[in-house]
C-alpha cells in the first residue's frame, strides 16, 4: 500500500511536471517574476473557468479576504456577520480592519453558516455577509443573496476550500461558487483542491468598477507608477505559482471528481455505523444519480475536507488511536472562534453558538486528495470500524473488513 498522506502533492505532481518544469526554466530565462504572462495567461484562465468578468490576482488568500473588504469602502465599526465554525482568517481579517466581527451559529448538516443565524444577527450597522463554502460544500446562497438584498449588504464569499464547487439554486440554474456574491476571495495554498507550491489567491467580482479599485489596493495602491490613487497593499501572486496554477486549473475538475469518488467510498464503508455521522451533500437540484448523500452528476460539494462526526464522546481516544497506527487525520476546528483569545466578546453567548460547539467536540477529518485509492481508503475504514466496534486491535493485526489491506 503507498503512503499514507492528509495530502498527496508529489503524487499529483506526476501528471503536470513536465508543463511546470518548461514554465519554471521559461520564466527563469525571462527573469519575469512579478506579473509575468504566466500570470496574466493564468487570470484570463480562470475568468474562462469560472465564468467571471474579472479575477485579481494576489498573495494569498488572507489577503484576498483583506483586500476585497478594503475594495468595498468598509469603515472602522461596521458590522460583518460571519460563521463561527471557520478557519480565523475569515474573522481575522475583519478585526485587522477595525471592523466587528460578528460571530453567529452554523447549519447542522453542511456546516455552514445559517441564513436564520444571519437574520437574528443583522442591526443597523450590519454591511456585510461572509459566508465560507466550508469544506468545499455550497452555503445556503439563495437565502443569503436574499438577506442582503433586503438589509442591503454586501456579500463576500469566503471561496478558499470550494474553488470548482457550483451552487444550485431553487429554479434550476447553477454558478460556481466564488461568483455569486458582490466580491468573492481565494486560496491557491498547496492543499486546497486548486493549490499552487507555495502561497497565492485572488479576488473574484463581476463590478468592473470594484474590480478596478482592487487591482490599485494590490499594487501599492498605483494605477500608473509612483502615483498613489488608494491607499494598498503589496499582494501580488508570482509568476512561479502562476505557472503551478496555469498547469493545474484544466484539470481542477477532474481533481474535484477524484475527491468526490473517494468520498463516496468513505461513507460506503461507514455509513452505518452508530457512532458516525458521515457528510452529506445538500443541493436544491433533483439529482437521480445521487448515491450515499453524495451528488454524483453535479458539483455543489467538492470535498476539499472529508469530515466525519464521532459521536458518544469517541472522538479524540479515536484520533489518538489512528495517530497510533500512523494515520493521517485532521480536527478542523478544535475551538470555536467565538472560545479563541483573540476574538472573545461579552457580546456572544455561548448557548448560542450549540452547532458549533457541538461539531468542534465531534468533527475529525480523514486524509483526502486526488491520489487516494481504494486500498488506502479500506485501510484507513478498516481501523476506524474496527476501534469504534472492538476498542482497537494490535498494530500487527491490520483491519481486514471492507478489503482492507492484506
Known amino acids: 500500500m503507498k503512503k499514507l498522506q492528509m495530502v498527496d502533492l508529489v503524487g499529483q505532481r506526476e501528471a503536470i511536471k513536465d508543463d511546470i518544469d518548461s514554465a519554471f526554466t521559461e520564466i527563469m530565462d525571462n527573469a519575469a517574476f512579478i506579473n509575468g504572462p504566466y500570470v496574466h495567461q493564468f487570470q484570463a484562465d480562470l475568468e474562462k473557468y469560472l465564468d467571471v468578468k474579472n479575477v485579481i490576482p494576489c498573495a494569498n488568500g488572507t489577503d484576498a479576504l483583506q483586500i476585497a473588504m478594503m475594495g468595498l469602502g468598509l469603515q472602522p465599526g461596521d458590522e460583518v456577520i460571519t460563521a463561527d465554525f471557520t478557519f480565523a482568517a475569515t474573522v481575522e481579517v475583519i478585526a485587522l480592519l477595525q471592523l466587528t466581527p460578528v460571530l453567529v451559529d452554523v447549519e447542522e448538516d453542511t456546516f455552514n453558516i445559517s441564513p436564520e443565524a444571519i437574520e437574528k444577527a443583522i442591526t443597523p450597522k450590519t454591511k456585510a455577509i461572509v459566508p465560507v463554502h466550508l469544506f468545499g460544500h455550497a452555503a445556503n446562497m439563495d437565502a443569503i443573496m436574499d438577506l442582503a438584498v433586503k438589509h442591503n449588504l454586501y456579500v463576500i464569499e469566503d471561496n478558499a476550500q470550494g474553488i470548482g464547487s457550483s451552487y444550485h439554486y431553487k429554479d434550476g440554474s447553477s454558478q460556481k461558487t466564488g ?36 487591482r490599485g489596493i494590490v499594487n501599492h495602491g498605483m494605477y500608473e507608477r509612483y502615483h498613489h490613487d488608494v491607499v494598498g497593499v503589496n499582494s501580488r501572486l508570482d509568476s512561479l505559482q502562476a505557472a503551478v496554477l496555469k498547469a493545474k486549473l484544466p484539470k481542477l475538475d477532474e481533481y474535484n471528481s477524484r475527491r468526490q469518488k473517494a468520498a463516496r467510498a468513505y461513507t460506503e464503508a461507514l455509513k452505518n455505523h452508530k457512532d458516525i455521522v458521515t457528510p452529506s451533500a445538500k443541493t436544491n437540484r433533483p439529482c437521480e444519480n445521487k448515491t450515499l448523500g453524495i451528488c454524483d452528476t453535479c458539483s455543489c460539494h467538492v470535498f476539499h475536507q472529508y469530515t466525519l462526526q464521532i459521536k458518544n464522546g469517541k472522538r479524540d481516544s479515536l484520533a489518538e488511536y489512528l495517530k497510533s497506527q500512523n494515520i493521517p487525520h485532521g480536527i478542523y476546528y478544535p475551538i470555536p472562534l467565538h472560545e479563541q483569545k483573540a476574538y472573545k466578546d461579552s457580546r456572544y453567548n455561548h448557548k448560542d453558538f450549540k452547532v458549533t460547539n457541538q461539531l468542534s467536540d465531534e468533527v475529525i477529518s480523514l486524509p483526502m486528495h486526488t491520489e487516494l485509492d481504494q486500498e488506502q481508503i479500506d485501510f484507513i475504514t478498516g481501523h476506524i470500524l474496527k476501534y469504534l466496534e472492538e476498542g482497537g486491535f494490535d498494530s500487527a493485526q491490520p483491519p481486514r473488513k471492507n478489503g482492507s489491506a492484506q
Do not use: M, Q, R
Open 179 to 214: 461568483t455569486i456574491g458582490h466580491v468573492s476571495a481565494t486560496s491557491f495554498f498547496p492543499s486546497k483542491n486548486l493549490g499552487c507550491y507555495g502561497d497565492g489567491g485572488a479576488i473574484f467580482t463581476n463590478d468592473d468598477e470594484l474590480a478596478h479599485t482592487i
